[in-house]
Every structure is written in structure tokens, then in C-alpha cells.
């Protein structure tokens, strides 16, 4: 997200994991956190340190997640474009 005040809300957390077809449980072990944490970011329940969300956010971006700025629409995400390989 362009913003550094931005955080990731749990509906595009939930949304990027759809995205890259990962669980909770994988989400978890990419960023490093516990499962628990993650769900109950994602349901709404706590809202995590700012250490841990931001944790979240580096292991979905680094999965080639991208973060969209609500801009007015309502925040996004999408995933970045694969880059088509040099024909010979």
C-alpha cells in the first residue's frame, strides 16, 4: 500500500489468501506468526500488534500479493503480473 500509515484490514488479508489459495495456516507460517493470531485478525476479533500486521502484509507482498489504497472504491488487492519470459 503507498501510504505508510495504510494497514492491510482483514478483508484483503482474507482476500490475498484466496488469491494465492493459501490457508490460514500457511499464512501464518510465512509471516511467522500463530495461527490463532491470523484468525482472529481475519474474523475481526483482535486487531494484532502493529509488528504483527505488518508481518502479515511482507509475507503476502513477498507471495506477489499487492495491496490497493481505498482511493474512494473501497481497499483491494490483486497480484502482481507475471512477466512474460524473453523469446529467444
Known sequence: MESANSAI???????????????QSALAQASNLSESTVRDFEKGRRLPT???LAAIQRALEAAGVIFVDENGEGP???LKKERPEPSV
Open 50 to 52: 502493529v509488528n504483527n
Open 9 to 23: 484490514t482483514p478483508a484483503q488479508s482474507r482476500a490475498a489468501r484466496g488469491l494465492l489459495d493459501w490457508s
Open 76 to 78: 483491494g488487492v490483486r
